[in-house]
């Protein structure tokens, strides 16, 4: 089978991974890929939204099957794009149509879904610039701190966690007034805040049926101890060690069924990936937002526990079968520790020179913001490379990730020391 997987981050070269460990996978082909699944793959230079380069490319290579990785081209329509033209309609799309993308493309019809489907989440009120004193006076309702979430995407970046009311108003006018966060707070979700402890749950639906993938918990400070600016993620654990099976019964049976029978509900057309962030308050499982896609670098750690074979499992969710498969998984604890460059999630330098590559011993390596230059890996990215390793539990995985990052090198690089630090 002739595969093309769009992305160019670490999830996409963990998946590369995985997908190659398939005897179904003839030729996979990755657009545009990095320096890591240039090694294993064929990398070709097409932009996930340019539908038209796609699909010329996919008629012309004879591609069977596209695993979508980054939200961009599910909220954009590509799904649709692909099922409603008759030269592409017989490639398999792993991803959720237009309308389903929205579960992560609007936060408000995030919302509106969670309360229709009547699964726990925040309470919450939506806003635009002419409704902004409105949003003021919801604020003053509320206790601190005050949650600001802009609409649309945001690259994971539109979310403001505020302790003082009048920052909080202000940043509210930023966002609405002064487009802080561009298109994406042209309208802008106030949330209850929660307080609890975080968890990822991940699951693979084919609409009607679904699989849930191993639990993961993500570190999205910059800054050691959950300090500093929010980025991408530094860090994630799988499986999470306070998901007990109390736990996991709660967050199938009140987040998971009802999610996947929400959809079929509404008639959401939706065959891929469903990212569910959690937080768990005295107990009791909380949704918090809902991505369409794996998440990064959560990624770099379940995928490598699923022992099954992934291009099976797509090829199920393409054919409404997933009931029929089984989910086999590593029942070993997995962490990645992500390198970055110096000054991210601000400016950073790109081009650096990567060197050590060769000496990892015992870990993965998945490229996240990588190129080739002149035949030598250099950055190209802010976060740069992510280091997965197994262990018995997640202190013996992690104590092998920082083994092996001192082996690594380039300019201004910077990782975080306590991944799991809250956990132990």
Known sequence: MVILLLGSGGREHALAYKILQSSKCSTLFVAPGNAGTSAIATNISITPTDFTALKSFAIVEKVEMVVVGPEDPLVSGIYDFFKNDSALHHISVIGPSKVGAQLEGSKEFAKEFLVKHEIPTA?????????????CEFLETLHPPYVLKADGLAAGKGVLILHDLEEAKTELRNMLVHAKFGNASGKVVIEEFLDGIELSCFVLTDGKNYKILPTAKDYKRIGEGDTGLNTGGMGAISPVPFADAVLLEKIETRIVKPTIQGLQKDGIEYKGFVFIGLIIVNGEPIVIEYNVRMG????????PRIKSDLVELFQAVSNEK??????????RSATTVMIVSGGYPEDYGKGYEISGLDNIENSLVFHAGTTIENGKVITNGGRVLAITSFGDDFQEAIKKSYQNIVKLHFDKMYFRKDIGFDLL
């Open 322 to 331: 997933l009931d029929e498969m089984s989910l086999e998984i590593d029942e």
């Open 123 to 135: 309470a919450y009120d939506s806003f635009t610039a002419a409704t902004i004193e409105k949003g």
């Open 296 to 303: 990064d670098p959560e990624t770099e750690v379940v995928i």
